[in-house]
């Protein structure tokens, strides 16, 4: 009986589900292809060493997917929708850091420092999502009708601040961001989402954000009732999606050296919604839990690698994605949950009857 109680907390607690799909996944390719666990030290472009594997992959390009997950998930929770304007505002992001390196005839040498560039697109993407935030807290806009302006609309903006051009940076210093550190084996985004979460644990820890964007999610007139500005809260949830969306568009366009505005992060947004509904939180709002929802994120990183290793078609990637993930969101329900906790806990009284 003492088991089948720990049993059915363990069950309960959110951070579980990401942690069976992850091992779900672990398992798969452990028994289909025991390799897809090899890790390799080789030497990159420039003869630094650096890690490969389908591991390095996961980490890699999944700490782009988990940084943007942190955002993702207090929107959610505050606005009880999501943004998914994302992948568009990543492209604008990109093309102004661009822009300022680069500048408009394409100069082969950095014009301003990187840092500067960064903290201007950084400035770009956060009033973007404040202009997000205001339509959904001050317009009362559904947060994806709200946002459905940006995804229409942003990639061309993207383009026209560089004319349609593609500018390029030839200095290597910027490839350091999406690629590795000299003298460091492993990937730099891995680094800078650690970096991102640290900051992030910080602030709720020694701030009020995460009680009052709970309370916000939970019962927006209880919260105003309590002193609280909902649609404050609210946009500043998008603003600080807006500081993700900048990292992850530094990522990106160091990977490239370039960007392609049409392409760039594309469904990026899809794969973000999906982080946060597999780390077991609620996409009406409330509660929420930004482990859960970064390890989330590598669970579809994971499951991205997977696919592409077993030669599926990128066409048809979207639909294997969206059969596995339907399957895990339906399992990491409160209904499914609350049976297998309820039937747990029938066993455990019949038990005792038995005695």
């Known amino acids: 009986m003492k088991a089948k109680a720990i049993f059915s907390k363990i069950i309960k607690n959110q951070i579980m589900i990401p942690l069976v799909a992850l091992l779900i996944l672990a398992l798969f390719n452990l028994i289909v292809d025991p390799s897809f666990f090899k890790i390799s030290m080789g030497l990159n472009s420039l003869g630094n060493p650096v890690l490969s594997g389908y591991l390095i992959t996961i980490l890699d390009c999944g700490s782009e997917l988990a940084i943007l997950a ?193 392409v760039i992060a594309k469904d990026i947004e899809m794969d973000a919604i999906l982080a946060v509904a597999l780390g077991g939180n609620a996409l009406s709002g409330g509660k929420f839990n930004i482990t859960a929802s970064i390890l989330g994120a590598y669970v579809i990183q994971a499951l991205t690698t997977t696919l592409y290793k077993f030669q599926v078609p990128s066409a048809a990637l979207s639909a294997y994605k969206a059969i596995v993930v339907i399957l895990l969101v339906v399992f990491s329900s409160d209904t499914v949950r609350g049976w297998i906790s309820k039937n747990l806990k029938f066993g455990a009284k019949k038990e005792v009857k038995n005695v």
């Open 70 to 262: 942190i955002g993702m998930t207090l929107v959610t929770a505050a606005s009880g929708g999501q943004d998914i304007s994302v992948g568009a505002s990543i492209a604008i992001a990109g093309s102004v850091m661009l822009r300022m390196l680069c500048g408009r005839n394409g100069s082969r040498e950095l014009l301003v420092p990187i840092f500067v560039a960064f903290i201007v697109a950084l400035i770009v993407a956060m009033a973007f999502g404040a202009f997000n935030g205001v339509l959904v807290a001050s317009f009362k806009i559904q947060p994806m009708i709200a946002t459905l302006i940006l995804f229409t609309a942003g990639r061309s903006i993207a383009a026209w601040i560089n004319n349609n051009e593609l500018p390029i940076v030839y200095d290597e210093s910027y490839a350091v961001f999406g690629g590795f550190i000299p003298g460091i084996p492993i990937p730099t985004p891995a680094f800078i989402a650690v970096i991102c979460f640290i900051i992030t644990a910080l602030v709720l820890k020694f701030t009020s954000l995460g009680l009052f964007v709970q309370s916000v999610g939970i019962n927006e007139k209880s919260a105003r009732v309590n002193g609280l500005n909902p649609e404050a809260i609210k946009i500043l949830t998008f603003v600080i999606l807006g500081a993700c969306v900048a990292v992850c568009a530094l990522i990106k366009t160091s990977r490239l050296m370039t960007i392609n505005y049409s």
